[in-house]
């Protein structure tokens, strides 16, 4: 079956500007969650998604935020993006029914802020 | 989630075997322990997931003492394409699909 698509792959952006990414996770799978990943910070936590619903939060501020539809695809959105916003976004959605923490990241979204 | 503790990198040669332990002294009973892989530019990868004891899949093996303090992944007989971050996680379903990453041990294979 199809994995978890990220669109686009690469973006280039202007300070100040907002972004929106997205994702469609596994058939079946109604948990998405963001995260960044950047060489200083590593792999960070951004939010999950479930049933549309938002179910966990990381420590970002406001200007990033997300959604999930029914279908179960989630968007992630940057407002006032900064140069610091510069990062590969990933997205991850996983089976409820299965135990333990096992997850299916995308390719990620290349953000280049300029 | 408990805080999990591996080496930053590791060097090793075509056909060894490599083993990364990772520390996780506050690991939680229902926790379980996953790594992932990834390489440069590309979202991780899940390689394997334990409780307890011994796990083993087509790609490595995974062995968890008793105590579940620690725990050692093991590739068999690497390739230049292992080359890689590995990652430990500790965590349950209760969290989540909220996974907390630490640094990685960065596994360079040489030929």
């Known amino acids: 079956k199809a994995g978890v698509t990220q669109t686009p792959r690469y973006l280039i952006k202007t300070r100040g500007q907002q972004v929106t990414l997205s994702c469609s996770p596994i058939?079946?799978?109604?948990?998405v969650s963001w995260y960044q990943q950047t060489p200083g910070q590593g792999l960070q936590f951004l939010f999950e998604?479930?049933?549309?619903?938002?179910?966990n939060k990381g420590n970002f501020p406001g200007r990033f935020s997300g959604r999930q539809f029914s279908n179960s695809r989630s968007e992630m959105n940057v407002s006032t993006l900064e140069l610091g916003d510069s990062a590969l976004y990933l997205c991850?959605?996983?089976?409820?029914?299965?135990?333990?923490?096992?997850?299916?990241f995308g390719q990620g979204t290349r953000l280049t802020v300029v | 989630l408990a805080k999990t503790t591996q080496p930053i990198s590791m060097d090793s040669y075509e056909g060894q075997e490599v083993n990364i332990t990772c520390s996780h002294n506050?690991?939680?009973?229902?926790?379980?322990i996953t790594w992932y892989q990834q390489f440069p530019s590309q979202g991780p990868r899940f390689i394997i997931q334990?409780?307890?004891t011994k796990v083993t899949n087509e790609v490595a093996s995974l062995f968890i003492p008793a105590d579940r303090k620690s725990s050692t992944l093991s590739l068999p007989r690497v390739s230049l394409s292992d080359t890689a971050v590995y990652y430990c996680?500790?965590?349950?379903?209760?969290?989540?699909?909220?996974?907390?990453f630490g640094g990685g041990t960065r596994v360079l294979v040489k030929p």
């Open positions: 506050n690991i939680a009973t229902n926790d379980y």
């Open positions: 998604y479930f049933s549309e619903t938002q179910r």
């Open positions: 058939s079946g799978h109604r948990s």
């Open positions: 996680l500790v965590g349950t379903k209760a969290a989540g699909n909220k996974l907390t």
């Open positions: 334990g409780y307890k």
């Open positions: 991850a959605s996983s089976w409820e029914g299965a135990p333990g923490t096992e997850a299916f």
